[in-house]
């Protein structure tokens, strides 16, 4: 590997902006509770416009839209990093064991693969959350066991290559187990697929929790920017859409951007006939 | 041929499970569970009697998984206390919208990624081609339900063009010319939001693929003997560039927006499966939700296998690899 696939991320215009939004996001995310009164508190003051003592104004049971903004990327963050890390999870322990193993277990187990893919996700993901109304760790769980089968598919593929190299043969004849060619000979050659892997998947997963919010299936105690979208659409005939329907969506359609653009810039960096002359 | 059928297959009845098992598996009572709390309570207790019986719920799971596979088979997706109705009657009201929708919204985005990705892939570099990619790779980070509360709010709010919701005038009386120049003007916003969202992914495609075709020894021949730049481009370059946007990956987005729509529909309330799902939620009328979400996920995974054969007889290489 001679491409320093961090550098790239860094040097292409695409990365740096990726890299230059999730990261204001994510520190938003961290220091928010410090910032801002508390998401949930509820007041008379009702829809009112922004002012000096709101800065987005509030909704309709007056809470402050600022504060329930600032800490729906909380929810955002939290759901894209766990969700994203837990799918790349199973998809290396499934591709890896099945490119290393073989045989009729491998066999199963990409029949398996094969066929979830052609499962379109957010229709089972909607009629499990809707009977199982999960928290948001529940929800987590759920949009992980979902979308691994793509990455397991491609950690396969590049791991039935690696098996064949020199080093992987030479750890075999010096005694080397099944496990530890997986952690110390395959997996760190794997590390560009599962980061790639982890920003797709990072993506999705935003966007299905906010899709899920926004048609009313999510944790009333969670605040989120798909539940505050959801609820501002209903009063879109008053003014109060400026600041209270398109901030969460702007935010929210930023967060998912920065995974698109750290994306496109990492498969850039690996795809020579891309990469710019 | 026989293992892509077989993933179906094992699709098919991992769905077929999910959607037997889940309302069987919820604590409390099953009837409950598959027909929501509001129902549970307009029925009386020979209702109640009835309906186990008719389900079965008193037997052994085997023979109720029999039992509803047969009613299924027969078309009976069950019955909603909110509707009224068959859920089966209530899908078929709802569907013909959702494919109006979505059909247009595939015309459209595909011819004009098609025509942006062939342009903006041959003059790789160009101004245009930076700004084109810049924009709709941007554009493709909203996410289809945001960009449809933008354009409502653009065009429907603000500027006051076009309907806000529904996909005709409520009690209009129409018929003839002046409705159907009223369904295309609901059917603006709500399609151009599907074309605005999946344009960028047929784009993207198209440019990628026209940027490998154009570096081919075959281009340089047409050059050389002195054909106009536009027939090179299009009569040699775009038919091998368009081979994948065609094929499996292309075709792909069709089924894609299937699932896209249904959160387009429900900004815009457009009378279609989307807002079936929606209010089928509000109303906790689970067998029509159960039943909307299982006939999409059919037509999702028809479409999907559809593809898989046209792929094969569109491009004989793959047929030839087997």
Redesign the interface.
């Known amino acids: 590997m001679h491409v320093s696939y961090g550098r790239q991320l860094v040097r292409s215009g695409?990365g740096r902006t990726g890299l230059a939004i999730f990261g204001l996001l994510a520190v938003v995310a961290l220091v928010c509770p410090f910032l801002v009164r508390d998401p949930h508190l509820q007041t008379v003051q009702v829809l009112e416009a922004p002012s000096a003592a709101h800065l987005l104004g509030t909704n309709d049971v007056g809470q402050d839209l600022l504060a329930r903004l600032l800490c729906g990327a909380r929810t955002s963050v939290l759901v894209a990093l766990c969700a994203g890390a837990a799918s790349t999870f199973i998809a290396a322990v499934v591709g890896v064991s099945a490119g290393l193993i073989g045989g009729l277990y491998e066999k199963v187990v990409m029949?398996?693969v094969?066929?979830?893919?052609?499962?379109?996700a957010?229709?089972?993901l909607?009629?499990?959350a809707?009977?199982v109304e999960p928290t948001m760790w529940g929800l987590i769980l759920l949009i992980s066991a979902l979308q691994w089968q793509g990455g397991a598919r491609i950690v396969r593929a590049q791991t039935l290559s690696l098996k064949e190299r020199a080093h992987v043969s030479a750890a075999k004849t010096f005694g080397a187990g099944g496990l530890h060619v997986a952690c110390r000979h395959v997996l760190p050659d794997l590390a560009p697929i599962l980061v790639v892997s982890f920003v797709h998947r990072a993506r999705r997963a935003v966007?299905m929790a906010?899709?899920l919010a926004?048609?009313?299936?999510a944790d009333p105690t969670m605040v989120s920017w798909g539940t505050m979208?959801r609820h501002a659409?209903d009063f879109?005939?008053l003014p109060a859409?400026k600041w209270w329907?398109l901030p969460p969506?702007i935010c929210?359609?930023?967060l998912?951007?920065s995974f698109?653009?750290m994306g496109?810039s990492l498969e850039k960096a690996m795809d020579p006939?891309?990469r710019d002359a | 041929m026989k293992s892509r059928l077989l993933n179906y297959g094992i699709a098919f009845l991992v769905i077929l499970c999910l959607n037997f098992l889940l309302p069987r598996l919820m604590p409390g009572d099953p009837l409950q569970a598959i027909y929501g709390d509001e129902a549970l309570l307009q029925m009386t207790a020979e209702t109640k009697a009835e309906i186990t019986a008719r389900f079965g719920l008193d037997q052994p799971v085997w023979k109720q998984f029999g039992n509803y596979l047969w009613r299924l088979a027969q078309g009976d997706l069950g019955y909603s206390f909110y509707h009224k109705a068959a859920v089966s009657e209530v899908i078929a009201a709802h569907l013909p919208w959702t494919l109006l929708l979505v059909g247009s919204g595939l015309v459209l985005a595909t011819l004009a990624g098609i025509a942006l990705g062939i342009e903006s892939g041959w003059r790789r570099g160009s101004a245009l081609d930076r700004g084109l990619l810049t924009f709709l790779m941007s554009a493709s980070g909203f996410p289809s339900f945001f960009l449809g509360i933008l354009l409502l709010l653009l065009f429907g709010v603000t500027l006051g063009w076009l309907p806000l919701q529904g996909a005709r005038t409520a009690y209009g009386g129409l018929s003839g010319l002046p409705l159907v120049v009223d369904v295309l003007e609901h059917l603006v916003l709500p399609a151009g939001t599907l074309l605005l969202a999946f344009l960028p992914g047929m784009y993207l495609l198209t440019r990628n693929s026209t940027v490998t075709v154009r570096g081919e020894p075959y281009i340089l021949t047409a050059r050389a003997k002195g054909l106009p730049d536009w027939k090179v481009r299009y009569h040699h370059g775009a038919r091998t560039a368009m081979l994948p946007v065609v094929t499996a990956t292309g075709l792909l987005f069709a089924s894609r927006m299937i699932t896209g729509a249904l959160f387009v529909e429900i900004v815009f309330s457009y009378p279609g499966m989307g807002s079936l799902i929606h209010n089928s939620l509000i109303a906790r009328d689970y067998p029509v939700l159960q039943g909307t979400l299982f006939v999409t996920t059919v037509l999702v995974l028809a479409t999907n296998f559809g593809v898989d054969l046209l792929y094969r007889s569109l491009d004989p290489r793959v047929k030839d690899a087997r």
């Open positions: 695409f029949r398996l094969d066929a979830l893919l052609v499962i379109p957010i229709l089972v909607i009629l499990v809707a009977y966007f906010a899709g926004f048609i009313g299936i979208i659409l879109y005939y859409w329907l969506g929210l359609s930023l998912i951007l698109l653009f496109h006939r891309l």
